[in-house]
């Protein structure tokens, strides 16, 4: 099982970013996907939620309206567009594929919020 964030980055205050997690080793369309962050000293918070066909999202209040979680199940792999991004979202960010009897993460993707 493997799932490998990529995207992140330095950004500006206000900027954008696109993560992305590439999925394999299981039935990716089966899971139900989250992304994570973990911001320095902090524990890991959760971020945002997609269900295993794509019809269903739930965003942390700190990101409703300006996160969006999306997924291709064609070719494994889940997204997370981030605008207005603040510094206090500086984080590591994780992927997650969650079942009923599987919890698998990937090693994170560091995302920067900085002038």
């Known amino acids: 099982v493997q799932l490998v964030e990529s995207g992140g980055g330095l950004v500006q205050p206000g900027g954008s970013l696109r993560l992305s997690c590439a999925a394999s080793?299981?039935?990716?369309?089966?899971?139900?996907m989250n992304w994570y962050r973990q911001a320095p000293g902090k524990e890991r918070e959760w971020v945002a939620t997609i269900d295993s066909a794509g019809g269903f999202t739930n965003y942390a209040d700190s990101t409703k309206g300006r996160f969006t979680i999306s997924r291709d199940n064609a070719k494994n792999t889940v997204h997370l567009q981030m605008n207005s991004l603040k510094p206090e979202e500086t984080a590591v960010y994780y992927c997650?594929?969650?079942?009923?009897?599987?919890?698998?993460w990937g090693q994170g993707t560091r995302v920067t919020v900085s002038s």
């Open positions: 080793g299981f039935t990716f369309s089966k899971y139900n």
């Open positions: 997650n594929a969650r079942s009923t009897w599987n919890n698998y």
